[in-house]
């Protein structure tokens, strides 16, 4: 049966949602430009790059046994993905001391970690998701105790696997952003893996291709993008 879209279930700052005639499964639209107060210059095809890049990094985890709610590329900047009842909680990989690890813990930035770290963030718009515990987590409710240590297994596999990806591409990933939902009382990476909530650094220069550079210009935000797409999806 042919998919078709129905009604929007869901606007967020980068994506939109919409109900499809077939059950448990949605439309996932990449804008181009975010919907917040003073939103960027929009980047021509950002959703369409956005679109390829987490379809290719969905599928890649796909193969290597981690769940994702992804299905398929629909067109230029839609994807059919599994309908999840989300968890507020955004899981944060750091494999290079950098951003707000750097300056939290006082460490030196680009420094190497031993191991990952795992941070959690509650996601609230309001509160400016801010980083919570175990015991956070349990409080507000967001995940017990099992769906939680899946959750960093699954994150700590999921790097696992990305890690080595990005290695081939000349891409050192320096921390990215997960986020889980449950269906059918399974979980799975949900959202989306993009540069807009990853830190790319090239594994030779360190040149930063990732968040790190998209917030100094439109000018570089494009090349950032550019490049990256290049690299994973051309």
Same mark, same amino acid.
């Given at each position: 049966?042919?998919?078709?879209?129905?009604?929007? !279930? @869901?606007?967020?700052?980068? *994506?939109?949602?919409?109900?499809?005639?077939?059950?448990?499964?949605?439309?996932?639209?990449?804008?181009?430009?975010?919907?917040? %107060?003073n %939103?960027?210059?929009?980047?021509?095809?950002?959703?369409?790059?956005?679109?390829?890049?987490?379809?290719?990094?969905?599928?890649?985890?796909?193969?290597?046994?981690?769940?994702?709610?992804?299905?398929?590329? !629909?067109?230029?900047?839609?994807?059919?993905?599994?309908r999840?009842?989300?968890?507020?909680?955004?899981?944060? +990989?750091?494999?290079?001391?950098? #951003?707000?690890?750097? *300056?939290?813990?006082?460490?030196?930035?680009?420094?190497? !970690?031993?191991?990952?770290?795992?941070?959690? @963030? @509650?996601?609230?718009?309001?509160?400016?998701?801010?980083?919570?515990?175990?015991?956070?987590?349990?409080?507000?409710?967001?995940?017990?105790?099992?769906? &939680?240590?899946? +959750?960093?297994?699954?994150?700590?596999?999921?790097?696992?696997?990305?890690?080595?990806?990005?290695?081939?591409?000349e891409? !050192?990933?320096?921390?990215? *952003? &997960?986020?889980? #939902?449950?269906?059918? #009382?399974?979980?799975?990476?949900?959202?989306? +893996?993009?540069?807009?909530?990853?830190?790319?650094?090239?594994?030779?220069?360190?040149?930063?291709?990732? *968040?790190?550079?998209?917030?100094?210009?439109?000018?570089?935000? %494009?090349?950032? @993008?550019?490049? +990256?797409?290049?690299?994973?999806?051309?």
């Amino acid at each position: 049966m042919a998919v078709t879209r129905s009604r929007k !279930l @869901y606007e967020g700052k980068w *994506k939109i949602l919409f109900e499809t005639n077939q059950t448990g499964r949605l439309i996932q639209r990449f804008k181009d430009t975010p919907t917040f %107060a003073n %939103a960027e210059t929009p980047l021509p095809k950002r959703g369409a790059m956005k679109n390829e890049i987490s379809a290719a990094l969905f599928a890649e985890l796909q193969r290597s046994g981690v769940p994702t709610h992804f299905l398929e590329v !629909l067109s230029e900047r839609d994807m059919l993905v599994r309908r999840l009842e989300m968890i507020r909680l955004e899981v944060v +990989i750091r494999n290079v001391v950098a #951003g707000s690890l750097a *300056k939290r813990l006082g460490m030196e930035a680009g420094s190497p !970690l031993a191991a990952p770290v795992l941070e959690h @963030y @509650y996601k609230s718009d309001a509160l400016g998701d801010p980083f919570v515990n175990d015991s956070h987590v349990h409080a507000l409710g967001l995940a017990n105790g099992e769906e &939680l240590k899946a +959750i960093r297994e699954m994150a700590v596999r999921a790097n696992g696997i990305l890690l080595p990806f990005f290695a081939e591409r000349e891409i !050192l990933l320096v921390d990215f *952003k &997960l986020e889980f #939902g449950r269906h059918d #009382g399974r979980l799975m990476v949900g959202d989306e +893996i993009t540069p807009d909530g990853c830190r790319f650094w090239d594994r030779a220069t360190r040149e930063r291709l990732g *968040k790190d550079r998209t917030r100094r210009s439109p000018a570089r935000e %494009a090349a950032a @993008y550019g490049e +990256i797409f290049r690299r994973i999806c051309a």
